[in-house]
T-cell receptor, first 113, second 114 residues
Framework: GENVEQHPSTLSVQEGDSAVIKCTYS??????FPWYKQELGKGPQLIID?????GEKKDQRIAVTLNKTAKHFSLHITETQPEDSAVYFC????????????FGTGTRLTIIP | EAQVTQNPRYLITVTGKKLTVTCSQN?????MSWYRQDPGLGLRQIYY???????DKGDVPEGYKVSRKEKRNFPLILESPSPNQTSLYFC?????????????FGPGTRLTVL
C-alpha cells in the first residue's frame, strides 16, 4: 500500500520567516495530494491541495509544489504569523474511487514571535 | 452550519466494556470515515463507508466495528476495548459528486481505556 513520509517532525521559525515541510510517497499511481492543518483541540482542516497534473499551486502565503518524478511534494508558508502554529499533515490518495487518504506523520510548526 | 459532530468528546472506560462513539454529518455526504491519531504515527484509517450500507476496512480495523444505516450517521463501535485502543479518534466525511473532494473532520474523541 501507499506510504507517506513527512519531515521534519517539529519545526520552529521566527515570525515573518518561511517554513517548508516535505513529504515523499511510494505509490506512483498517487495523483492527489492535500495538506491539512490541525490546530490545538480541533480536527484537521484542508488548507491546500494539488493534483498530479500540476507542478505548483499557490494560495496567498501558502504554496505546494509537486515533483512526480521524484515522488515528493512540499508545503511552503511565507511570512509566517503566530496563527500558523499548528500540526500540519500531508496526505495522498492512490486509488481512484475509494477516497482513502494516507497521511504523513505530521509536523508540529511553532512560530516564534 | 455545515459540520461533523462526534460524541462523546472525551471518554475514560475500562477494558472489555463495550462503547460506541457517534458521528453525524449534516452535509449530505456519501463518504464517511474513521481515523485514529497516535503520536508519531499520524492519522490512520480504521473503516470507511462509500454510502449507506456499504462499509470497508481501512488500515487498522482490528477491534472495531462500524455501521452505516443512515447517510448522516456512522458510529464506531468497540465491542471489547483494550488499552491499545487508547487514542484520539476522528470522524470525517466528504462528497463524492466530484473526485478527491475535501474531507471534513469532526472535533475528535479522546478515548482512554484503562
Amino acid at each position: 500500500g501507499e506510504n507517506v513520509e513527512q519531515h521534519p517532525s517539529t519545526l520552529s521559525v521566527q515570525e515573518g520567516d518561511s517554513a517548508v515541510i516535505k513529504c515523499t510517497y511510494s505509490d506512483s499511481a498517487s495523483n492527489y495530494f492535500p495538506w491539512y492543518k490541525q490546530e490545538l483541540g480541533k480536527g484537521p482542516q484542508l488548507i491546500i491541495d494539488i493534483r498530479s497534473n500540476v507542478g505548483e499551486k499557490k494560495d496567498q502565503r501558502i504554496a505546494v509544489t509537486l515533483n512526480k518524478t521524484a515522488k515528493h511534494f512540499s508545503l511552503h508558508i511565507t511570512e509566517t504569523q503566530p496563527e500558523d502554529s499548528a500540526v500540519y499533515f500531508c496526505a495522498s490518495i492512490s486509488n481512484f474511487g475509494n477516497e482513502k487518504l494516507t497521511f504523513g506523520t505530521g509536523t508540529r510548526l511553532t512560530i516564534i514571535p | 452550519e455545515a459540520q461533523v459532530t462526534q460524541n462523546p468528546r472525551y471518554l475514560i472506560t475500562v477494558t472489555g466494556k463495550k462503547l460506541t462513539v457517534t458521528c453525524s454529518q449534516n452535509m449530505n455526504h456519501e463518504y464517511m470515515s474513521w481515523y485514529r491519531q497516535d503520536p508519531g504515527l499520524g492519522l490512520r484509517q480504521i473503516y470507511y463507508s462509500m454510502n449507506v450500507e456499504v462499509t470497508d476496512k481501512g488500515d487498522v480495523p482490528e477491534g472495531y466495528k462500524v455501521s452505516r444505516k443512515e447517510k448522516r450517521n456512522f458510529p464506531l463501535i468497540l465491542e471489547s476495548p483494550s488499552p491499545n485502543q487508547t487514542s484520539l479518534y476522528f470522524c470525517a466525511s466528504s462528497s463524492r459528486v466530484a473526485s478527491y473532494n475535501e474531507q471534513f473532520f469532526g472535533p475528535g474523541t479522546r478515548l482512554t481505556v484503562l
